[in-house]
C-alpha cells in the first residue's frame, strides 16, 4: 500500500520562503518519477514541478527560478523549496508519483500516487 504524506506548508509573507516534504510509504523516491502539483479554490490543478528517476527536473514557468525540486534517497523524501514567493502562489500543494516511468512530465494523468495535500497561503 503506498501513502504519499506531505508537510511543510503554511502561512508566510510575500517574499518569503517554504520548504515541502512528501514523504512516501511503500514507494521509493529514487525509483520514482516524481512531481508537485497545486490548486487552488476554483481553478484547474496546475503543475509546478518534476523529476525523473535520473534526476532531470522540469518547471512550470511561473515557478522557474524560485522553485527547486529535489530528492534525499536516504530520507525517501521529495522536497519542493520555494523561495520569493508569491500571493498567486496561494494553493493546496500535492505531491505525486509514478513507478518506472521514462518520462518527464508535467501532467497530471502520468502520476498514479497522490498525496492528501499541504496548504501554502501567501499573504
Known amino acids: 500500500h503506498v501513502q504519499l504524506v506531505e508537510s511543510g506548508g503554511g502561512s508566510v509573507q510575500t517574499g518569503g520562503s517554504l520548504r515541502l516534504s512528501c514523504a512516501p510509504s511503500?514507494?521509493?523516491?529514487?525509483?520514482?518519477?516524481m512531481a508537485w502539483f497545486r490548486q487552488s479554490p476554483g481553478k484547474e490543478p496546475e503543475a509546478v514541478a518534476a523529476?525523473?528517476?535520473?534526476?532531470?527536473?522540469a518547471y512550470t514557468d511561473s515557478v522557474k527560478d524560485r522553485f527547486t525540486i529535489s530528492r534525499d534517497g536516504a530520507r525517501n523524501t521529495l522536497y519542493l523549496q520555494m523561495n520569493s514567493l508569491k500571493p498567486e502562489d496561494t494553493a493546496m500543494y500535492y505531491c505525486?508519483?509514478?513507478?518506472?516511468?521514462?518520462?518527464?512530465?508535467?501532467?497530471?494523468?502520468?502520476?498514479?500516487?497522490w498525496g492528501q495535500g499541504t496548504q501554502v497561503t501567501v499573504s
Open positions: 511503500g514507494l521509493s523516491v529514487s525509483d520514482s518519477s
Open positions: 523529476i525523473r528517476r535520473d534526476d532531470l527536473t
Open positions: 505525486a508519483a509514478v513507478r518506472a516511468c521514462p518520462t518527464l512530465s508535467l501532467r497530471s494523468d502520468t502520476y498514479y500516487y
